[in-house]
């Protein structure tokens, strides 16, 4: 019988993990499929319960359900405990295992390009769930430094408290205030979700260079005016579906116990826009 995989949350028509784990399965000639399952936000408890009945193999949880998954997890990974949130799951026989492959995924960019972190000074743009496994992701490589700027200063100060309990050194700022100081930054990062319907850039990205590494995870579109502006300056750019990518290919691995097949998961990704 086919193994069965799912990503759960609201709502979850426009996910593009199904497409991509799909063309994994054809790559290697697996015999399993991949659904998206619309969960509504108070309907946790019963959809899991359904998909322990139709012997779920593994599944992706996003929004609204990353945090709340949680209490229903029999086991968690040290990504998951680290970041608060699970987006990767494994049913052995009803047992629910949970992983965090936002701030693997997050990295695998760094990785596969050869960009160093390690001494890094970062603009960090926005505090959210995204924000916090970026911070863990730069704590892990030993980036230098990371100045948080967001919207509400509150919660910039909240994750400025987590960075310092795992060893990174921080500063908050109001989002209004980056001003012109962009390029005394080596990495800035997006982690709002301004520019999914199109908007500007929230900061001007005026004095960056050709060895600044700008990096969307905003993912549609995939030319945000960020990514745009930070062209325009040359810097070295990472589009959002590069975290997308590696966030998929780390749950491949975790459910198939081989290596993802990348170029096929990647076309079938950039087919989807
Ligand atoms: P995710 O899980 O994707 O990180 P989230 O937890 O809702 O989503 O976080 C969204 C981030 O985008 C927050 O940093 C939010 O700022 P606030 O903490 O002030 O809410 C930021 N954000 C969303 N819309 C924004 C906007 N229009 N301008 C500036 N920041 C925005």
Redesign the pocket.
């Known amino acids: 019988m086919s193994k069965t995989f799912a990503v759960i949350g609201d709502p979850i028509s426009h996910s593009l993990s199904p497409n991509i784990h799909s063309a994994a399965f054809r790559e290697l000639n697996l015999d399993c499929v991949y659904i998206g399952y619309r969960i509504p936000k108070d309907e946790l408890e019963s959809g899991i319960e359904g998909l322990k009945k139709i012997k779920i193999e593994g599944f992706n949880v996003t929004?609204p359900h990353k945090i709340r998954i949680m209490k229903y997890l029999d086991k968690i990974d040290e990504s998951c405990s680290l970041i608060g949130a699970a987006n990767t799951i494994v049913n052995v026989d009803g047992n629910l295992k949970g992983y965090n492959t936002d701030m693997d995924g997050f990295l695998e960019p760094f990785k596969k390009k050869g960009l160093e972190i390690k001494n890094s000074k970062i603009l960090l743009l926005?505090?959210?769930?995204?924000?916090r496994a970026i911070v863990a992701g730069f704590a892990k490589e030993k980036a230098k430094s990371i100045t948080i700027a967001?919207?509400?200063i509150e919660?910039a100060e909240e994750l400025s408290e987590f960075a310092g309990k795992i060893g990174l050194a921080s500063d908050v700022l109001k989002?209004e205030n980056v001003k012109d100081t962009a390029k005394n930054y080596d990495i800035i990062v997006n982690?709002?979700?301004?520019g999914l319907k199109n908007e500007q850039s929230?900061i001007s990205l005026d004095g960056i260079n050709e060895k600044t590494i700008v990096y969307d995870i905003v993912y549609m579109p995939m030319n945000t005016d960020f990514i745009k502006k930070a062209k325009e300056n040359n810097a070295i750019v990472i589009y959002g579906y590069e975290m997308l990518l590696g966030q998929a290919t780390r749950a491949f691995e975790i459910w198939h116990n081989m290596e993802a097949p990348y170029n096929a998961m990647k076309k079938a990704l950039l087919g989807g826009f």
């Open positions: 929004i926005g505090a959210g769930g995204a924000a967001n919207r509400t919660n989002i982690a709002t979700s301004v929230i």
